[in-house]
């Protein structure tokens, strides 16, 4: 079975399954971040293991991508994967398809030297998207919209979140 045919398959076996029972659409990921050494941190969800660190000129160790790396890639990984779920979904014939994501950012309001105006995370994201389809290029376009209108990430990037913050705080103190 060709990918196309196969992701086709199980878009509409999920959507048919959500259409039946919302409930089963709905879910809580659950990643967990601990610091390791310095600023190097060790993240795991599942049986997903990964590393996140900073650049040495800023205190890290540079052993592996910052937080921001992840993010882009994020973005740019769920734009190209619904896009090519809608374009099975359609049976659009994709050759080659890649994102491109830049993101502006003063690394001042990190560290509290910026303009008290600038906000610690991206000033803009841009997004190129370079598809090679022999499709007729209005037929791409809705396809592209269409990926755009229910990218989770592309909506993570795009609308505020209510984000909340809960803390446990552990004591070292040895009690007498």
Same mark, same amino acid.
């Given at each position: 079975?060709?990918?196309?045919?196969?992701?086709?398959?199980?878009?509409?076996?999920?959507?048919?399954?959500?259409?039946?029972?919302?409930?089963?659409?709905?879910? +809580?990921?659950?990643?967990?971040?601990?610091?390791?050494?310095?600023?190097?941190?060790?993240?795991?969800?599942?049986?997903?293991?990964?590393?996140?660190?900073?650049?040495?000129?800023?205190?890290?160790?540079?052993?592996?991508?910052?937080?921001?790396?992840?993010?882009?890639?994020?973005?740019?990984?769920?734009?190209?994967?619904?896009?090519?779920?809608?374009?099975?979904?359609?049976?659009?014939?994709?050759?080659?398809?890649?994102?491109?994501?830049?993101?502006?950012?003063?690394?001042?309001?990190?560290?509290? +030297?910026?303009?008290?105006?600038?906000?610690?995370?991206?000033?803009?994201?841009?997004?190129?998207?370079?598809?090679?389809?022999?499709?007729?290029?209005?037929?791409?376009?809705?396809?592209?919209?269409?990926?755009?209108?229910?990218?989770?990430?592309?909506?993570?990037?795009?609308?505020?979140?209510?984000?909340?913050?809960?803390?446990?705080?552990?004591?070292?103190?040895?009690?007498?």
């Amino acid at each position: 079975m060709k990918e196309e045919e196969k992701i086709k398959i199980a878009v509409e076996r999920c959507r048919k399954a959500f259409t039946l029972k919302p409930a089963m659409g709905r879910d +809580t990921a659950v990643s967990k971040v601990r610091i390791v050494n310095g600023l190097t941190c060790e993240i795991s969800e599942d049986s997903w293991k990964f590393s996140v660190d900073m650049p040495e000129g800023i205190g890290g160790n540079n052993t592996a991508p910052t937080p921001g790396v992840y993010g882009r890639a994020a973005l740019g990984s769920c734009l190209a994967i619904g896009y090519m779920m809608k374009a099975a979904e359609l049976s659009i014939p994709i050759k080659n398809l890649e994102v491109e994501v830049q993101a502006d950012f003063d690394n001042g309001a990190l560290l509290g +030297t910026a303009n008290k105006n600038i906000p610690p995370g991206y000033l803009e994201v841009r997004y190129n998207i370079t598809i090679e389809s022999d499709a007729p290029e209005e037929t791409i376009m809705q396809m592209l919209d269409d990926g755009d209108k229910h990218s989770p990430y592309l909506d993570v990037f795009s609308r505020a979140i209510n984000c909340v913050r809960k803390i446990n705080i552990v004591s070292t103190k040895i009690k007498k």
